[in-house]
């Protein structure tokens, strides 16, 4: 089929909205029919040409929700009609690391999606005869995509798509950060750094594991306003004593949890110190520059503080994206003020912008 799709085309230049053809569902693949996807700075830093593993052409796009319209030989877990949101981050629940329940990071076809390709190692994605690699197993700037099956969630139907597309990136892995990967103990001290979608959706996983104070670091008091809504307790622009002023506010020991959801290494480094002497733990989510390395000193580490990277937030996809989702309907979580700007897909490039201007948390692209 024909189908209209935003092509990174070149690196640094603006995404080419334009028809390109996708074939069929192949065994364990699912056709889907995107109904909104958020813009995520991923897509960016891909687009860019900074990311060291990028390449290109490629359709973009991760944070999709959409409709399966027709399913490849031999799908069992979703069916024409469910409603899906697409994972980057597939759960194959065989897998060594799936089988194990440790870590949320499946083995199953990782060094395909790496290189733009579904688990035969080939592509559905094309144009006049010649391949065009799919992104993040994803692809779902376009109206339609095809994915294997192990990595959709089938959601409930009740919830609307637009909402659900931001579980499929930032806002799970906020959440997650704080409720699988930290698993955050009630009565607790948290301190989250950074107010973007991550760190908002781990102020509203602290909240949902009943923490009892939230404190929300960032720079910009627009953004610090939204933690409010979230949850947080204490909203706190930053400066060059953050670390000193959250021990002075926890008797000097520091806070049992911490954060860091801006992806600089100098905030790691302060998520770190300022996390609790004896137990705290220190949960880093955003994702660093090329080659930039985190300076800790191990007395740090020596005095009972534990640092732990969390990918997608611990998610484990199929699971626990339809849980979460649950847990939004019931009205426990508010995404409402995450999509700052509703977008159709030609106008995927604004989005980038208002990204790049720091406008609004997300930008959600809906599709007809
Ligand atoms: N681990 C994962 O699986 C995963 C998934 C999605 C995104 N990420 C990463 O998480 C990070 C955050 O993503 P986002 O979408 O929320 O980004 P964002 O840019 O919307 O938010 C980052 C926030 O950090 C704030 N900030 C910048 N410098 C700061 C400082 N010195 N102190 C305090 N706050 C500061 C900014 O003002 C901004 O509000 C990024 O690095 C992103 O790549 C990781
Ligand atoms: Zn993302
Ligand atoms: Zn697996």
Same mark, same amino acid.
């Given at each position: 089929?024909?189908?209209?799709?935003?092509?990174?085309?070149?690196?640094?230049?603006?995404?080419?909205?334009?028809?390109?053809?996708?074939?069929?569902?192949?065994?364990?693949?699912?056709?889907?029919?995107?109904?909104?996807?958020?813009?995520?700075?991923?897509?960016?830093?891909?687009?860019?040409?900074?990311?060291?593993?990028?390449?290109?052409?490629?359709? !973009? +796009?991760?944070?999709?929700?959409?409709?399966?319209?027709?399913?490849?030989?031999?799908?069992?877990?979703?069916?024409?009609?469910?409603?899906?949101?697409? !994972?980057?981050?597939?759960?194959?629940?065989?897998?060594?690391?799936?089988?194990?329940?440790?870590?949320?990071?499946?083995?199953?076809?990782?060094?395909?999606?790496?290189?733009?390709?579904?688990?035969?190692?080939?592509?559905?994605?094309?144009?006049?005869?010649?391949?065009?690699?799919?992104?993040?197993?994803?692809?779902?700037?376009?109206?339609?995509?095809?994915?294997?099956?192990?990595? !959709?969630?089938?959601?409930?139907?009740?919830?609307?798509?637009?909402?659900?597309?931001?579980?499929?990136?930032?806002?799970?892995?906020?959440?997650?950060?704080?409720?699988?990967?930290?698993?955050?103990?009630?009565?607790?001290?948290?301190?989250?750094?950074?107010?973007?979608?991550?760190?908002?959706?781990?102020?509203?996983?602290?909240?949902?594991?009943?923490?009892?104070?939230?404190?929300?670091?960032?720079?910009?008091?627009?953004?610090?306003?939204?933690?409010?809504?979230?949850?947080?307790?204490?909203?706190?622009?930053?400066?060059?004593?953050?670390?000193?002023?959250?021990?002075?506010?926890?008797?000097?020991?520091?806070?049992?949890?911490?954060?860091?959801?801006?992806?600089?290494?100098?905030?790691?480094?302060?998520?770190?110190?300022?996390?609790?002497?004896?137990? +705290?733990?220190?949960?880093?989510?955003?994702?660093?520059?090329?080659?930039?390395? !985190?300076?800790?000193?191990?007395?740090?580490?020596?005095?009972?503080?534990?640092?732990?990277?969390?990918?997608?937030?611990?998610?484990?996809?199929?699971?626990?994206?339809?849980?979460?989702?649950?847990?939004?309907?019931?009205?426990?979580?508010?995404?409402?003020?995450?999509?700052?700007?509703?977008?159709?897909?030609?106008?995927?490039?604004?989005?980038?912008?208002?990204?790049?201007?720091?406008?609004?948390?997300?930008?959600?692209?809906?599709?007809?």
């Amino acid at each position: 089929m024909q189908m209209q799709a935003a092509v990174l085309e070149q690196f640094g230049q603006p995404l080419v909205v334009t028809d390109v053809d996708l074939a069929e569902p192949k065994a364990g693949e699912a056709l889907v029919r995107l109904v909104a996807c958020g813009v995520c700075h991923t897509d960016l830093y891909t687009a860019s040409g900074v990311d060291p593993s990028g390449y290109a052409p490629t359709v !973009l +796009g991760h944070e999709g929700a959409g409709v399966v319209e027709a399913v490849g030989p031999g799908v069992e877990s979703v069916d024409v009609g469910d409603h899906v949101v697409t !994972l980057f981050s597939p759960q194959c629940r065989r897998c060594e690391h799936c089988l194990s329940g440790l870590s949320n990071i499946c083995l199953a076809i990782r060094e395909q999606q790496n290189k733009g390709c579904l688990p035969d190692g080939t592509t559905r994605l094309s144009r006049n005869g010649e391949p065009i690699r799919h992104f993040m197993g994803t692809s779902t700037f376009a109206e339609y995509t095809v994915m294997p099956e192990i990595a !959709l969630a089938k959601i409930s139907r009740e919830a609307p798509l637009d909402a659900a597309c931001l579980f499929a990136c930032g806002l799970s892995t906020g959440l997650g950060a704080a409720m699988y990967t930290a698993c955050v103990r009630a009565g607790s001290t948290c301190v989250v750094f950074g107010a973007g979608m991550v760190g908002l959706g781990a102020v509203a996983g602290c909240r949902l594991q009943n923490a009892e104070r939230i404190i929300c670091i960032d720079l910009s008091a627009e953004r610090l306003k939204l933690a409010r809504a979230q949850g947080a307790t204490d909203l706190w622009q930053t400066g060059p004593d953050i670390v000193q002023r959250i021990q002075s506010e926890t008797r000097g020991f520091g806070a049992d949890y911490t954060f860091e959801a801006t992806g600089r290494v100098e905030v790691m480094r302060q998520a770190v110190e300022s996390a609790r002497m004896g137990w +705290g733990l220190c949960t880093i989510a955003g994702v660093a520059g090329k080659g930039e390395t !985190l300076d800790v000193i191990p007395r740090w580490l020596i005095q009972g503080r534990r640092i732990a990277g969390s990918s997608f937030g611990g998610v484990k996809g199929r699971d626990q994206v339809p849980e979460l989702i649950e847990r939004c309907l019931a009205g426990e979580i508010d995404v409402e003020p995450f999509i700052s700007h509703r977008i159709t897909l030609p106008e995927v490039n604004r989005a980038f912008e208002l990204m790049e201007a720091q406008d609004g948390i997300r930008s959600v692209i809906t599709f007809g």
